[in-house]
């Protein structure tokens, strides 16, 4: 796991005072989080429909209440270690833009809330293969607590079609 | 704006649709020789609404357009205009202006002024007016009067032996000025009851009622004030009314209406000044006197017109109540409103109910599944039950997909101007001829239609078509034409693009396809297959890249396009004669018929209507033609196994054995290719759902599907995966032609 260098985190000063809340959740040993704004629902683990010629980290399909829903699994999205799904973990569903799609994640495990100025953007030192992905980072009790930039994350018509 | 005016905006624009479709369409009937009036008439009123909703609005580019064309439409509809080839094909150009003008007010986009402008000076040139193009608005003012100018203009010449007709009920010149703007005034009526009339009992509102009857009444009140109130004749009749009847009945029909009246009014029925009212030119025009005549001559022609009667112009003068000249008759009779009563619904909420059934269909899978595995026997009630029931499923279905079916015709009229344009790029005159206009297809796929016609119809006009020259030295007409053709057959919607042109030169296709590497060298092919050259991507016969065409992105795209749609397309060309292009499309797109196989643990759907048939093979099926590579044998012919598993990444080839089960599908006409599954699991019903928007287009995949337990199985794309699948798209054409 990455441990990016740690600084102490900006006091709230000026602006960015209102509290924005974050879904946080777990994957393998980190803990990552995704602006609560743009989840939909958090579902259990079902099996999925794997598409042909689908990059490796695209789990497939399931069927969200008769929609078709691609699923993407974060472990294998952000480089970490591939792990085979278990019936603990779960599905965020997450909106982004006009797009609808599964993020398999190990566990969701809390809602944090925090300012606009406790994010850190990330330091260009960390050369983990994930760093495009994390969009800030923040300490909340000791932990680090990587935001995810759900735009990178998502894969581009492009990447799907490679 | 408020938002109730944006809705009656909205509600505008939609309409301005089914009028400008009305305009192309009777335009389209004139291009093809027909100039009844009626036609004309229907052109004209499209544009003079559209012209009278966007004055409403102050959308002023569409006013100052719409009204110029209505001008010389209106000139035409009373015969001072002939109407040639040359003058439709202008109304077409400005029908297309038309809807781009609808479009950008719509999206409130700058309207191309200079493009309208252009047209509407030559319009102006057309109806011989000089104050083209200029002011509208002054324009909208002047026009009315014109009618009063023409007449002037010509009863003091008085050449044509015209009878001077005694002016009747003088009105104010205004009166008059408005009375010509109705559309289409057929007949004039003059009713002035007097006092026996209402001494007898009768009532002029019933008279008037049954003028109403005949056709569209424009009624206009007469009324003469007293000078002084206390001269006031209490018995007296001081009302009168004047009726533009739009009317096909003759005029004898409004002497029966009256008939019990006669004697006991002023009645006066004449013909319209039709004739009139859209010469803009005669600026010389004396000033307007207030001694105009109701009953007007049929003006004869300004001299600076550039015209000649059309058989329908009334030459003879229509003195009162004189059988009513044909041009005007049929001028307003709503026969083309004869529509069935509709209700305009949104679309989301028709796609909401669709969805809604699909789930119902998903719903009734897994209740006959669960009731299968309780074993219940099967002349239960339950299972009689659901017999039923998915039997109603099934209407319910097809009755919801006939909401979202539409006729091809909005299609075909987007051609009919993309034909126009190309043909003028090209300079090649150039027919379209439509057939089965009403055929319906999903509006979906009207929607998706619209891009791969396009490319069709210029590739016909660019390429199928020869140019003039060669045309008349072959002996065929000037004109090429196209056909562009909708049907149903069995169970599939079949549109044709065929133009009456060269063919393909097959000779030329086949050798740019070898000198583009797309064919080996010693390749030799028979005529189909060089057909089927012009769908790969990267190929274009055209030695010079024109404008319309020739780029080399062109029919491959096509051709996806169409398969994304689960259809097929099919090439026909006689050199000589022509080449015509089938596109075959299923009925619905969200529901088809599907054999569920499993593959690799996989399950998944291949639609129906791809499978030629199904095999289980036998030794003797499968000859070997290299280390690793086996063809089936199927009644004399050599056919290609692919493994399904293998094609879309699930396993590693298996090898080929005998009772493996095989379908046999054609991924193009003529051709066929094996394909390996595990086992057959069911033939059903399957609801489309797709993919692209939240996922994107994958390689093999048309679609997806939810079955009875729930999951989502894939709906195969049979002949893409054989086309994609690598080494089989020219051994599978060569085997086959064998």
């Given at each position: 796991?990455t441990q990016?260098?740690?600084r102490?985190?900006?006091?709230?000063?000026?602006?960015?005072h209102?509290?924005?809340?974050f879904l946080?959740f777990r994957i393998g040993?980190?803990?990552?989080?995704v602006?609560?704004?743009?989840v939909?629902?958090i579902?259990?683990?079902t099996k999925?429909?794997?598409?042909?010629?689908a990059?490796?980290f695209?789990?497939?399909?399931?069927?969200l209440?008769g929609?078709?829903l691609?699923?993407?699994d974060?472990?294998m999205?952000?480089?970490?270690?591939?792990?085979?799904p278990?019936?603990?973990?779960?599905i965020?569903v997450?909106d982004?833009?006009?797009?609808v799609?599964?993020?398999?994640?190990d566990?969701?495990?809390?809602?944090?809330?925090?300012?606009?100025?406790?994010?850190?953007?990330?330091?260009d030192v960390?050369?983990?293969s994930?760093a495009p992905?994390v969009?800030?980072?923040t300490?909340?009790d000791?932990r680090?607590v990587?935001?995810?930039d759900l735009e990178?994350?998502?894969?581009t018509?492009e990447?799907?079609a490679? | 704006m408020?938002?109730?005016?944006?809705?009656?905006?909205a509600?505008?624009f939609?309409?301005?649709?089914?009028l400008?479709e009305?305009l192309?369409d009777?335009?389209?009937?004139?291009?093809?020789?027909?100039?009844?009036?009626?036609?004309i008439?229907?052109?004209?009123?499209?544009?003079?609404?559209i012209?009278?909703g966007?004055?409403?609005?102050g959308l002023e580019?569409?006013v100052?357009?719409s009204h110029q064309?209505e001008t010389?439409?209106?000139a035409?509809?009373?015969?001072?205009l002939?109407i040639?080839?040359?003058?439709?094909q202008?109304?077409l150009?400005c029908?297309?202006?038309?809807?781009?003008?609808i479009?950008c007010?719509?999206?409130?986009?700058?309207?191309?002024?200079?493009?309208?402008?252009a047209l509407?000076?030559?319009?102006?040139?057309?109806a011989g007016a000089?104050?083209a193009?200029?002011e509208p608005?002054?324009?909208?003012?002047?026009?009315p009067?014109t009618?009063?100018?023409d007449?002037?203009d010509d009863?003091?010449s008085g050449?044509?032996?015209?009878p001077?007709?005694?002016?009747?009920?003088?009105l104010?010149p205004?009166?008059?000025?408005?009375?010509?703007t109705?559309?289409?005034?057929a007949?004039?009526v003059n009713?002035k009851?007097e006092?026996?009339?209402?001494?007898?009992?009768?009532?002029?509102?019933?008279?008037?009622r049954?003028?109403?009857d005949?056709g569209?009444?424009d009624?206009k009140?007469?009324f003469?004030?007293?000078?002084n109130l206390?001269d006031?004749d209490k018995l007296?009749v001081?009302?009168?009314?004047?009726v533009?009847?739009?009317?096909e009945?003759?005029p004898?029909?409004i002497?029966?209406?009256f008939?019990?009246?006669t004697g006991?009014?002023?009645l006066d029925v004449s013909?319209?000044?039709?004739e009139a009212?859209?010469?803009?030119?005669n600026?010389?025009?004396?000033e307007?006197v207030a001694e105009?005549s109701?009953?007007?001559?049929?003006a004869p022609?300004?001299?600076?017109?550039?015209?000649q009667?059309?058989?329908?112009?009334?030459?003879?003068?229509?003195?009162a109540?004189a059988p009513a000249p044909?041009?005007a008759?049929p001028a307003?009779?709503k026969?083309?409103?004869k529509?069935?009563?509709?209700v305009?619904v949104?679309?989301e909420r028709?796609?909401?109910?669709v969805?809604l059934v699909g789930?119902?269909?998903?719903n009734?899978?897994m209740l006959?599944q669960s009731i299968?595995e309780?074993?219940?026997?099967p002349?239960?009630?339950?299972?009689?039950g659901?017999?039923?029931f998915m039997?109603l499923?099934?209407n319910?279905?097809?009755s919801?997909?006939?909401i979202r079916a539409?006729?091809?015709?909005s299609?075909?009229?987007?051609m009919s101007?993309?034909v126009?344009?190309?043909?003028?790029?090209?300079d090649?005159?150039?027919?379209?001829?439509?057939?089965?206009?009403?055929?319906e297809?999903?509006?979906?796929?009207?929607e998706c239609?619209?891009?791969p016609?396009t490319?069709m119809i210029?590739?016909?006009v660019d390429?199928g078509?020869?140019p003039?020259e060669?045309r008349?030295a072959?002996?065929?007409?000037?004109q090429?034409e196209?056909?562009l053709a909708a049907?149903h057959?069995s169970?599939?919607?079949?549109?044709e693009?065929?133009?009456?042109?060269?063919g393909i030169?097959?000779e030329?296709v086949?050798s740019?396809?070898?000198?583009?590497g797309l064919?080996p060298e010693?390749?030799?092919?028979?005529?189909?297959?060089i057909d089927q050259?012009?769908f790969?991507?990267?190929?274009?016969?055209a030695?010079?890249?024109?404008?319309?065409?020739?780029?080399?992105?062109?029919?491959?795209?096509?051709k996806?396009?169409i398969?994304s749609?689960?259809?097929?397309?099919a090439?026909e060309?006689?050199?000589?004669?022509g080449?015509?292009?089938s596109?075959?499309?299923?009925l619905?797109?969200?529901?088809?018929?599907?054999?569920v196989?499993?593959?690799?643990g996989e399950t998944?759907v291949?639609?129906?209507?791809s499978?030629v048939?199904?095999?289980s093979?036998?030794e003797?099926?499968?000859?070997p033609?290299?280390?690793n590579?086996?063809?089936?044998?199927?009644r004399?012919?050599?056919v290609?196994?692919l493994?399904?598993g293998?094609?879309l990444?699930?396993?590693?080839?298996?090898?080929?054995?005998?009772?493996?089960?095989a379908?046999?599908?054609s991924p193009?006409?003529?051709?066929l290719?094996?394909?390996l599954?595990?086992?057959?699991?069911d033939q059903?019903q399957v609801?489309i759902?797709g993919?692209q928007e939240?996922?994107?287009?994958v390689?093999?995949v048309?679609?997806?599907?939810?079955?009875?337990?729930?999951k989502?199985?894939l709906?195969l794309?049979?002949?893409?995966?054989?086309?994609s699948a690598s080494g089989?798209?020219f051994?599978t054409a060569?085997k086959?032609a064998s």
């Amino acid at each position: 796991m990455t441990q990016i260098s740690e600084r102490d985190p900006n006091p709230a000063d000026t602006n960015g005072h209102e509290q924005t809340e974050f879904l946080s959740f777990r994957i393998g040993e980190s803990e990552y989080s995704v602006e609560i704004m743009s989840v939909r629902e958090i579902r259990g683990w079902t099996k999925t429909t794997s598409l042909p010629h689908a990059p490796r980290f695209v789990r497939g399909v399931i069927n969200l209440r008769g929609t078709v829903l691609p699923v993407v699994d974060l472990a294998m999205r952000l480089g970490l270690d591939e792990t085979e799904p278990e019936d603990r973990n779960v599905i965020i569903v997450v909106d982004v833009g006009s797009r609808v799609m599964g993020l398999r994640v190990d566990a969701v495990s809390d809602i944090l809330s925090f300012t606009r100025d406790q994010l850190q953007p990330p330091p260009d030192v960390a050369t983990s293969s994930n760093a495009p992905f994390v969009k800030a980072l923040t300490i909340l009790d000791d932990r680090m607590v990587r935001l995810l930039d759900l735009e990178v994350v998502l894969p581009t018509g492009e990447e799907i079609a490679a | 704006m408020s938002d109730p005016m944006q809705e009656i905006m909205a509600s505008f624009f939609v309409e301005c649709e089914e009028l400008h479709e009305a305009l192309i369409d009777a335009l389209q009937t004139m291009a093809d020789g027909e100039h009844d009036n009626e036609t004309i008439n229907v052109a004209f009123r499209a544009v003079h609404s559209i012209k009278g909703g966007a004055g409403a609005f102050g959308l002023e580019d569409l006013v100052g357009f719409s009204h110029q064309f209505e001008t010389v439409m209106d000139a035409c509809r009373s015969g001072e205009l002939a109407i040639s080839d040359e003058l439709v094909q202008l109304f077409l150009r400005c029908g297309d202006m038309l809807s781009d003008l609808i479009r950008c007010s719509r999206d409130g986009e700058p309207c191309d002024t200079a493009a309208s402008n252009a047209l509407i000076t030559e319009l102006s040139a057309f109806a011989g007016a000089e104050e083209a193009g200029g002011e509208p608005e002054e324009a909208v003012d002047f026009q009315p009067m014109t009618l009063s100018f023409d007449d002037l203009d010509d009863a003091p010449s008085g050449g044509d032996g015209l009878p001077d007709l005694p002016p009747l009920d003088p009105l104010p010149p205004e009166a008059t000025t408005e009375e010509a703007t109705p559309s289409g005034s057929a007949l004039i009526v003059n009713f002035k009851p007097e006092p026996e009339l209402y001494e007898s009992g009768n009532e002029p509102l019933f008279l008037l009622r049954s003028l109403a009857d005949l056709g569209h009444c424009d009624i206009k009140l007469n009324f003469t004030a007293p000078d002084n109130l206390s001269d006031l004749d209490k018995l007296g009749v001081r009302l009168g009314w004047q009726v533009a009847v739009e009317t096909e009945s003759p005029p004898s029909a409004i002497d029966e209406i009256f008939e019990f009246a006669t004697g006991l009014c002023q009645l006066d029925v004449s013909a319209p000044e039709s004739e009139a009212t859209a010469n803009t030119a005669n600026e010389d025009a004396p000033e307007p006197v207030a001694e105009i005549s109701e009953v007007q001559p049929p003006a004869p022609l300004a001299p600076e017109l550039p015209t000649q009667l059309t058989e329908s112009t009334p030459a003879k003068p229509a003195p009162a109540a004189a059988p009513a000249p044909a041009a005007a008759a049929p001028a307003a009779t709503k026969t083309t409103a004869k529509v069935s009563p509709t209700v305009r619904v949104d679309l989301e909420r028709i796609e909401r109910l669709v969805n809604l059934v699909g789930e119902l269909v998903i719903n009734q899978a897994m209740l006959s599944q669960s009731i299968a595995e309780e074993s219940i026997p099967p002349n239960s009630p339950v299972a009689a039950g659901l017999d039923e029931f998915m039997q109603l499923t099934r209407n319910i279905q097809e009755s919801v997909m006939m909401i979202r079916a539409q006729p091809v015709k909005s299609l075909f009229q987007r051609m009919s101007r993309i034909v126009r344009e190309a043909s003028a790029a090209v300079d090649k005159s150039v027919r379209l001829v439509t057939e089965g206009e009403t055929t319906e297809i999903d509006k979906t796929a009207i929607e998706c239609l619209a891009d791969p016609l396009t490319h069709m119809i210029r590739n016909a006009v660019d390429h199928g078509l020869e140019p003039t020259e060669t045309r008349i030295a072959n002996g065929k007409s000037r004109q090429g034409e196209i056909r562009l053709a909708a049907a149903h057959r069995s169970g599939r919607v079949v549109i044709e693009v065929s133009d009456d042109g060269g063919g393909i030169n097959r000779e030329k296709v086949h050798s740019i396809a070898r000198k583009k590497g797309l064919v080996p060298e010693d390749a030799s092919l028979t005529d189909g297959e060089i057909d089927q050259l012009l769908f790969l991507p990267g190929f274009s016969t055209a030695d010079e890249v024109s404008a319309l065409s020739g780029r080399g992105v062109g029919m491959d795209v096509v051709k996806t396009q169409i398969t994304s749609l689960g259809g097929r397309i099919a090439i026909e060309s006689t050199p000589g004669v022509g080449t015509k292009f089938s596109i075959s499309l299923p009925l619905t797109l969200a529901v088809l018929d599907g054999m569920v196989v499993t593959v690799a643990g996989e399950t998944l759907v291949v639609p129906l209507n791809s499978i030629v048939e199904t095999l289980s093979l036998t030794e003797s099926d499968l000859r070997p033609v290299g280390p690793n590579q086996v063809v089936l044998c199927v009644r004399e012919k050599f056919v290609p196994v692919l493994d399904l598993g293998k094609e879309l990444g699930y396993r590693d080839a298996l090898s080929i054995e005998k009772g493996a089960i095989a379908l046999l599908i054609s991924p193009e006409e003529g051709a066929l290719v094996a394909m390996l599954v595990d086992t057959i699991e069911d033939q059903r019903q399957v609801v489309i759902k797709g993919m692209q928007e939240s996922y994107g287009r994958v390689r093999g995949v048309a679609a997806a599907t939810i079955l009875g337990d729930g999951k989502i199985a894939l709906i195969l794309d049979a002949s893409d995966i054989a086309q994609s699948a690598s080494g089989v798209k020219f051994d599978t054409a060569r085997k086959e032609a064998s």
